[in-house]
């Protein structure tokens, strides 16, 4: 069965850094694209980031291009998000999601709270 879990959310100051991590299991992972999703307080999902699964191209939603960082490990079946220069806008629930090879997400993860604040 496909799994997705995320790691590494907590509580980060404005400005700060933090680090999340998707642990996939239970298919192909080096052949799907894989997604970072995210819902603020009281609003909709927000499309975050993605990464294919080939040459590893990156894509960012404007709201974090330049302050976050994707990257995929297919060693060990992971993909990450680096977060910099953290907002207050940034607190979320942060969700890992893998692609169909459709362009649907058909498998997401539990989701990872952030919240940014001093």
């Known amino acids: 069965q496909v799994q997705l879990v995320e790691s590494g959310g907590g509580l980060v100051q404005p400005g700060g850094s933090l680090k999340l991590s998707c642990a996939a299991a239970?298919?192909?992972?080096?052949?799907?694209?894989m997604y970072w999703v995210r819902q603020p307080p009281g609003k909709g999902l927000e499309w975050v980031s993605a990464?294919?699964?080939?040459?590893?191209?990156?894509y960012y939603a404007d709201s974090v291009k330049g302050r976050f960082t994707i990257s995929r490990d297919s060693a060990k079946n992971t993909v990450n998000l680096e977060m910099h220069s953290v907002k207050s806008e940034d607190t979320a629930v942060y969700y890992c999601?893998?692609?169909?090879?459709?362009?649907?997400?058909?498998?997401w993860g539990q989701g990872a709270q952030v919240t940014v604040s001093s």
């Open positions: 999601a893998k692609e169909n090879g459709g362009m649907a997400l058909d498998y």
């Open positions: 239970g298919f192909a992972f080096s052949d799907y694209w």
């Open positions: 990464i294919d699964h080939g040459a590893g191209k990156t």
